[in-house]
């Protein structure tokens, strides 16, 4: 079974803090991902990872960066914290091939049990 | 671009009765579908997709869903609900690459 951990599941931080969310996967995917879920708005990518040290912007990159300098691992980084970016924070790994079809039982996406994170 | 739609923010239902959890989708190409499932204070989980084949998929925790290609839909179904399938639902789509887009959720409520 795949395993997606992340660091955190409660994280309290005070605006302008540097602030670092880390996800590690154990089954050697290549694709990483990062989502923000608020209420309302569902799942919104933020940045993902074909490989280590690639990455690509997502939907609602200001704000974020990212690190991927193993293949197993993945952080989240807030450069300048801001109350705006309170949220439940998802990463999800995959091992779809781009341009290929994933066939069989095997999950599209897993996800880690998420961090919930609060700015003050 | 591709996108996704859950009509209902929330769906009630009692406990032994059919329950449907509605989606559509827009996109260019052929769409790969998916349905995704969270529990409180839990990520996504994976429930069933459609890629191609036959129009009617069945997944975990006895969920099917009915691939219309027509409507341009890819509702969740269950025959008899359980207390237990409360829980906020995500349908997905991915056209092409590897991006999924998601719906805004679903939250379906199960009443004994």
């Known amino acids: 079974d795949v395993k997606v951990t992340q660091s955190s599941r409660y994280l309290v931080k005070r605006t302008g803090e540097k602030v670092f969310l880390e996800c590690v996967q154990d089954?050697?995917?290549?694709?990483m991902f990062w989502y923000r879920q608020d209420p309302g708005l569902g799942l919104r990518l933020i940045y993902f990872?074909?490989?280590?040290?690639?990455?690509e912007k997502g939907d609602i990159p200001e704000g974020y960066s990212v690190s991927r300098e193993k293949k197993e691992r993945f952080s989240l980084i807030l450069e300048s914290a801001s109350t705006n970016q309170t949220s439940m924070y998802l990463c999800?790994?995959?091992?779809?091939?781009?341009?290929?079809?994933?066939?069989?039982?095997?999950?599209?996406?897993?996800f880690g049990n998420g961090t919930r994170l609060t700015v003050t | 671009a591709q996108s996704v739609a859950q009509p209902e923010d929330q769906v009630n239902v009692a406990e032994g009765n059919p329950l449907t959890v509605k989606c559509t989708y827009s996109?260019?190409?052929?769409?790969?579908l998916f349905w995704y499932v969270q529990y409180p204070n839990r990520g996504l989980q994976f429930l069933l997709k459609?890629?191609?084949?036959?129009?009617l998929v069945k997944g975990s925790y006895g969920f099917e869903a009915e691939f219309n290609k027509s409507q341009t839909s890819f509702h969740l179904k269950k025959p008899s609900a359980l207390v237990s399938d409360s829980a906020l639902y995500f349908c997905?789509?991915?056209?092409?690459?590897?991006?999924?887009?998601f719906g805004k959720g679903t939250r379906l409520h199960i009443l004994p």
């Open positions: 999800a790994s995959s091992l779809i091939v781009v341009g290929q079809v994933l066939h069989g039982d095997n999950s599209p996406l897993h």
């Open positions: 089954m050697d995917h290549e694709n």
């Open positions: 990872s074909y490989d280590v040290k690639m990455k």
């Open positions: 996109v260019s190409g052929n769409p790969y």
């Open positions: 459609y890629i191609t084949g036959d129009n």
């Open positions: 997905a789509v991915r056209e092409g690459d590897d991006k999924i887009i």
